[in-house]
């Protein structure tokens, strides 16, 4: 409860902040403080100090594999704020209003990664991607921008009444909007129940929707692209491995009691086969690295999606560590790509020479994308294809999968190609050196991580 | 402890070496490194402590995979190898001017620890990590060092090597949860119980992998162009000891993990192969120049060393294990030559050279030994393993052997060939003010000559080092 109640309350300071605090540049640390005081209220959870005692009425259920990603999500975002903290505030008049949105979509994150009911859900995904709209069209004189907004909100809310009219139809199958114990309920219809797989197929649509899965996932290159780069930034990882995490309580409970009547594997299948082709194929004909990061963050959803089919151990720790190395790499890439006057890959032409600390955390990052070893990236799409394998069956998912993640290496490797091989003189803003330092202790997380997966795992037992 | 710092020097030094901005002290600092690399080896091949060659420690245990690595008779005589070779690739281009000398010499030693780390791992999910950072520095090295086409060149190396080893990990994968105690470690992986339909998928995921690094036709494709388009110094570790962890994966995993489905399949590997050879040798007839010339005739010669291995008669296998190194120092003594030239004379096509041997007596003496082991004449390294090659074969299949030995006569042919365009003849336009080559090249030629003539004569050592370990490789897969 710690960390849902910390966000919000935190973000109403950031509100009041917006014209008790004259000074621009102060939001940005209010802000970290304000990550950091909820990064701590969340670890005092995990370890059993609840400072507010709410009875939500089986409506959460807090785990330590929930509280543990909430420590992901806030970490990130605090390393997001304090890397593209300088950027956000060249966006315009609002930035302690950006900081505010930031602070209610953490909470919607708290809210997914703790629900035991179905209004919780859609509760959660409604508070996480409404400040989204906001902020995707917070480029106020930027038409793309603009564009993107409308687009994202046109989608997202058809997505959601597709959601809801789910969960109703859930409702009418089951009798419940509990996750859990439902079973119980839907034992009076004599088995499953025609509507509750109705409802079911209803949230799994606009749960792909969410996370971007094909053939759900048109809007996210254009709505990843129009936004602003610090906003695409966080909306593309933590935000979609939220999602992931709620997809994945949904599955676990609800789709592996009603796989008798309808084989979830299959369609499954389908739709990582088909995300993972969108994602890839696309990503190499891109000739920017912002629109190639977009559909690549379709790609990688494709890997995560392994996950949801498999449902087993290896998902869960599989899906942790895939939000840590694909949020850090990506916000670090971001990071870099916000500093960059020109975004196609031409604009790195160079790297190396002029910035040799940008080039090298960047290509850690490309390669933890890429899934080499020694970086988290590797152990995420280990543990990935190992969560398919050990179920034993459709074996040959995962070997479509990995012939796509060759693929991805192509594109990877581009930005990695002009950054080393190629001559130029990259145009960037200026910056300091703690960003450097930043990205230094990013690209040393990332390979900690990496070759000692238990810094990761050892919190979910201890 | 001998094991850990045979990967562990290397990694500092190539770590430490890439922040060295003078190129001289580069030089310098690199070849002490792989001196002292190469004495470790010495002394790992020597020592009568066996505690000393073992080294295992806990790693993931989540995963169920540990750091275990060992010395044993097939990882001693690649490492030998592969330590051997450094310092003389680094002697023979110690006065060739790199920029950025640093970052170069310094990935070659990293990309030697990741040599080393893949020869001596005793764990699957530790040899992969290797197999793939070796990979790292030799694309870095290739894509900014090499030649004008590198970096379509190089990416091509990369994607086809990496497309296969993300096969191979699949493998690993679906195997480790069939292990009886799910672990990753080399024993656990020969006791898999898998059903004989799995073995057949596991075994060709695996193959194809090995397949592309050797190369086995019909996955060579990317090989002559890597070869042509990287630095001589690094084709060098590349066909040197680089192809050698195809051979490796095929003698310490593939084939004693699935021994069934390699019998059943040999025939296949075996054709494929012979018909590689028996292609690559033709296509290098007709090259016109040296590092292509040579790049093929090494896919002849990987070729033979892996039907030897999926014949699995004792002979082949023996003579495939002396091969290896062999085979390593011959290449090696080849590019030297090939990389004196052009240097000097800016072109490596038969057609521009000629009469060298007026010019540079020196050079075409090393160079026509280098070329007569390269052809596995008599007292030459190379004959032993190819005779014992031969007949292992040849106890497989006549009709193989037979199809096979038509290459070893290609092989005379283009190898002479070669010798007699650029070395005899009449000097050329552009060999008109060649002079002989420096002392660091022939210093390092020189020690390769002697390995050449010393192991044509005395075979002994080698085929002593390794005794034990064959034996233990024919009960495994027999």
């Known amino acids: 409860m710690n960390a849902i109640i910390f966000s919000a309350g935190w973000g109403i300071i950031m509100m009041f902040c917006s014209f008790l605090v004259k000074n621009q540049s102060s939001y940005r640390h209010i802000a970290a403080v304000g990550l950091l005081v909820l990064l701590a209220a969340n670890i005092f959870d995990t370890y059993g100090v609840d400072f507010f005692h709410i009875d939500s009425g089986k409506m959460l259920a807090y785990t330590r594999f929930g509280f543990v990603f909430n420590s992901i999500a806030i970490a990130s975002t605090l390393i997001y704020v304090l890397l593209t903290g300088r950027d956000i505030e060249r966006l315009g008049r609002y930035t302690a209003e950006f900081f505010t949105l930031v602070f209610f979509v953490l909470c919607g994150v708290c809210l997914l990664s703790a629900y035991n009911n179905l209004l919780m859900l859609f509760l959660g995904i409604e508070i996480l991607t409404i400040p989204l709209y906001i902020l995707t069209g917070s480029d106020k004189r930027n038409l793309k921008s603009n564009e993107a907004a409308l687009k994202y909100f046109l989608m997202g809310s058809f997505s959601t009444g597709l959601m809801l009219m789910g969960i109703a139809l859930m409702y009418g199958g089951t009798g419940t909007f509990l996750l859990e114990s439902s079973r119980l309920q839907s034992n009076l219809y004599h088995g499953i129940s025609f509507l509750e797989i109705v ?264 | 402890m001998i094991a850990l710092l045979l990967i562990l020097i290397p990694v500092i030094g190539g770590l430490i070496n890439l922040f060295i901005k003078n190129e001289s002290s580069a030089k310098a600092f690199s070849l002490i490194v792989s001196l002292i690399v190469l004495a470790v080896a010495l002394g790992g091949i020597y020592t009568s402590q066996a505690d000393l060659l073992h080294f295992d420690i806990s790693w993931m245990p989540d995963l169920g995979s540990r750091i ?273 030239i052009e240097k000097q004379l800016g072109t490596r096509k038969f057609s521009e050279l000629g009469g060298l041997a007026q010019k540079a007596p020196t050079l075409a003496i090393l160079f026509v030994v280098m070329c007569l082991a390269n052809v596995a004449l008599p007292l030459t390294n190379a004959f032993v393993g190819e005779f014992l090659m031969f007949s292992g074969l040849f106890n497989y299949s006549p009709v193989m052997a037979g199809t096979a030995i038509i290459c070893i006569i290609l092989a005379a042919a283009y190898t002479l060939n070669m010798i007699r365009k650029v070395f005899y003849g009449n000097t050329v336009a552009s060999t008109e003010h060649a002079h002989d080559s420096s002392f660091n090249v022939n210093a390092a030629l020189v020690v390769l000559v002697i390995l050449v003539i010393v192991f044509g004569f005395y075979p002994q050592p080698m085929i002593d080092l390794t005794r034990e370990t064959v034996q233990l490789f024919i009960t495994k897969i027999s």
Request: include cysteine; proline fraction near 3%; charge should be positive.
């Open chain 1, 199 to 462: 409802g079911l197929l209803f949230l799994l649509a606009s749960m792909c929707f969410k996370v971007s899965a094909a053939p759900f996932h048109f809007w996210t290159p254009d709505v990843y692209d129009g936004a602003p780069s610090v906003v695409t930034s966080f909306m593309a990882t933590i935000v979609k491995v939220a999602g992931f995490i709620a997809f994945l309580k949904l599955c676990t409970v609800r789709m592996s009691v009603t796989s008798t009547a309808i084989d979830w594997k299959l369609i499954f299948s389908i739709i990582i086969i088909l995300t993972l082709l969108f994602g890839n194929i696309t990503a190499i004909f891109q000739q920017s690295v912002k629109r190639m990061l977009a559909y690549s963050s379709i790609s990688q959803a494709g890997f995560m999606l392994f996950a949801l089919f498999s449902m087993n151990e290896y998902a869960s720790k599989g899906l942790l560590m895939y939000s840590v190395a694909y949020c850090l790499a990506t916000i670090g890439l971001f990071a870099v790509l916000v500093k960059m006057k020109d975004v196609t890959f031409e604009g790195y032409n160079g790297l190396a020479k002029t910035q040799p600390v940008l080039a090298a955390t960047n290509a850690i990052f490309l390669f933890s994308l890429a899934g080499i070893p020694l970086t988290a990236g590797f152990l995420a799409k280990y543990y990935m294809l190992a969560s398919i394998i050990k179920t034993g069956t459709y074996t040959w998912v995962v070997v479509a999968g990995v012939l796509f993640a060759a693929i991805s290496v192509y594109y990877y490797f581009r930005v990695i190609q002009a950054m080393y091989f190629k001559n130029g003189e990259p145009q960037m803003e200026s910056f300091g050196r703690s960003f450097k330092l930043g990205l230094v202790v990013l690209a040393a997380i990332i390979i900690i991580v990496g070759a000692f997966p238990q810094a990761l795992f050892n919190w979910l037992y201890f």
């Open chain 2, 68 to 340: 275990t690595l060992e010395l044993d008779g097939l990882s001693k005589i690649l490492s030998l190898l592969t330590a051997v070779s450094m310092p003389v690739i680094l002697i023979a281009v110690y006065k060739d001017h790199y920029p950025d000398a640093g970052k170069f010499f310094g990935l070659m030693l990293l990309c030697q620890a990741g040599m080393l780390g893949v020869f001596l791992s005793m764990d699957a999910l530790l040899f992969y990590f290797f197999w793939e950072l070796a990979l790292i520095p030799a694309y870095f090295i290739c894509s900014i060092w090499g030649g004008e086409k590198r970096i379509q060149v190089t990416f091509k190396f990369f994607v086809y090597t990496f497309v296969g080893s993300l096969l191979m990990l699949v493998a690993i994968i679906f195997v480790y949860f069939h292990t009886p105690d799910h672990s990753f470690a080399l024993k656990s992986f020969y006791n898999a119980h898998l059903t004989a339909a799995q073995t057949q998928w596991m075994f060709w995921l695996f193959f194809i992998a090995l397949a592309i690094k050797m190369p086995v036709f019909p996955f060579h494709t990317w090989q002559p162009d890597t070869y042509e388009q990287s630095p001589t110094a690094f084709t060098m570790v590349l066909s040197g000891v680089m192809v050698k962890m195809g051979l490796f994966g095929v003698i310490r995993w593939l084939l004693p993990m699935f021994p069934q489905a390699a019998s059943s399949n040999s025939s296949i590997i075996v054709t494929l192969t012979v018909i590689g050879m028996l292609y690559a040798s033709l296509i290098a007839i007709k090259q016109d120049d040296m590092k292509r010339l040579i790049a093929y005739s090494s896919i002849a010669h990987v070729g033979l060393m892996c039907a030897a291995l999926f014949a699995k008669q004792q002979a082949g296998i023996e003579g495939v294990f002396i091969q290896m190194f062999n085979h390593g120092i011959n290449i090696i003594g080849l590019w030297i030559v090939v990389d004196v």
